[in-house]
C-alpha cells in the first residue's frame, strides 16, 4: 500500500505544497501538477461540483502520478467524509468546523474503528489493489488519513483551543475569505482584527501539535505563512495558476493584458 507521503513530510518537519482542483475535469490535471513539483492536489467538492467518477479518476490518475489526492468535502457527515475517502483519497478537508464536538466528528466519520466508527469496504484503489489483510488495512488507513479541519468563523477560532486537542486533527486551515466575512472585515486580509486571528490561530496550533496553514492565492502571503511556520502550503487553484500563467504570457507578447480576469483562489 502507497503510504502518505504529505503526512510523513510533515511528520518530518518538512514542508509540502499543493493546489485546489476546483474547475477541472480532466485526470490529467494530476499528471501536471506532478510534473510541475507538487505534493498534493485537493479536490474540491464543496465549492465546485465534480461528480463522483470524475473525482475517483482523479483521485486514481494522482496515486498513479506519485501525487497524494485530498480532498474537501461538502459537509462534516458520514456519507461525504467515508465515501470520498473509499475512492482512494489519501485525506480530506472538512469546511466550518467551528467546535470540538465537529472535529470530533470528523475523526469518527473518518478513521476506522478503535479510532473512529468508519464502515471497513476497502475498495481495490485504497490498497492499489495488494491483497492486504483487514486489520492490516485498519491500521495503514488510520495511520496515512491526514485530516484537515477549516477555521472560518469568529466562533472556530475562539473555540480553536479544544479543537486542535482533538486526537487526530492533523491540520487547522484558515479559509480566508469565509473568516473575514465572520470578522466583519470581508476581503481585508490586511484587517487587525484579521491578522490577529490568524496570529491566535497560529499560536494555538502550534501550542497542541496541529499544523496551521492558510489558503491563499497571495504568494507574498503564503510566504509569510510560510515564515511564521506553515509547513501544508496549498496555493491558489489550477485555475488561478493557468489563468494567472496565460495573462502574463497575454502582456508579454502583446505589451498589455486585454481583460482583467479571476477567481475566488
Not at 475523526?107 to 474503528?113: D, L, N
Given at each position: 500500500m502507497k503510504p502518505n507521503r504529505v503526512k510523513q513530510a510533515l511528520k518530518e518537519g518538512d514542508r509540502v505544497v499543493g493546489t485546489m482542483v476546483s474547475d477541472m475535469r480532466n485526470p490529467e490535471v494530476a499528471y501536471i501538477l506532478a510534473a510541475a513539483g507538487m505534493d498534493f492536489l485537493m479536490i474540491d467538492t464543496e465549492h465546485s461540483s465534480p461528480g463522483v467518477e470524475t473525482v475517483q479518476n482523479i483521485v486514481r490518475s494522482a496515486r498513479a502520478a506519485g501525487l497524494i489526492p485530498l480532498a474537501r468535502v461538502t459537509q462534516n457527515q458520514y456519507p461525504f467524509i467515508a465515501r470520498i475517502l473509499d475512492m482512494g483519497a489519501m485525506g480530506i478537508m472538512v469546511p466550518r468546523v467551528d467546535t470540538p464536538e465537529q472535529a470530533r466528528q470528523?475523526?469518527?466519520?473518518?478513521?476506522?474503528?478503535?479510532?473512529?466508527?468508519?464502515?471497513?469496504?476497502?475498495?481495490?484503489?485504497?490498497?492499489?489493489?495488494?491483497?492486504v489483510s483487514v486489520p492490516d488495512i485498519i491500521n495503514w488507513v488510520n495511520e496515512h488519513t491526514l485530516i484537515i479541519v477549516q477555521v472560518e468563523s469568529r466562533e472556530a477560532v475562539a473555540n480553536l483551543e479544544g479543537t486542535a486537542r482533538t486526537p487526530g486533527i492533523d491540520v487547522a486551515l484558515i479559509g480566508p475569505n469565509d473568516l473575514s466575512i465572520s470578522l466583519g472585515v470581508p476581503g481585508d486580509f490586511k484587517h487587525p482584527k484579521f491578522v490577529e486571528a490568524v496570529e491566535r490561530t497560529f499560536e494555538i496550533c502550534m501550542k497542541n501539535g496541529v499544523l496551521p496553514a492558510v489558503h491563499t492565492s497571495d504568494l507574498e502571503a503564503m510566504k509569510r505563512y510560510r515564515d511564521?511556520?506553515?509547513?501544508f502550503l496549498m496555493y491558489a487553484s489550477e485555475s488561478r495558476i493557468l489563468l494567472g500563467a496565460a495573462t502574463e504570457a497575454v502582456r508579454q507578447l502583446v505589451g498589455e493584458t486585454r481583460k482583467a480576469g479571476r477567481t475566488a483562489y
Open positions: 470528523v475523526v469518527k466519520c473518518a478513521k476506522y474503528p478503535p479510532e473512529g466508527e468508519r464502515g471497513f469496504g476497502a475498495r481495490g484503489v485504497m490498497t492499489d489493489y495488494e491483497c511564521m511556520g506553515m509547513r
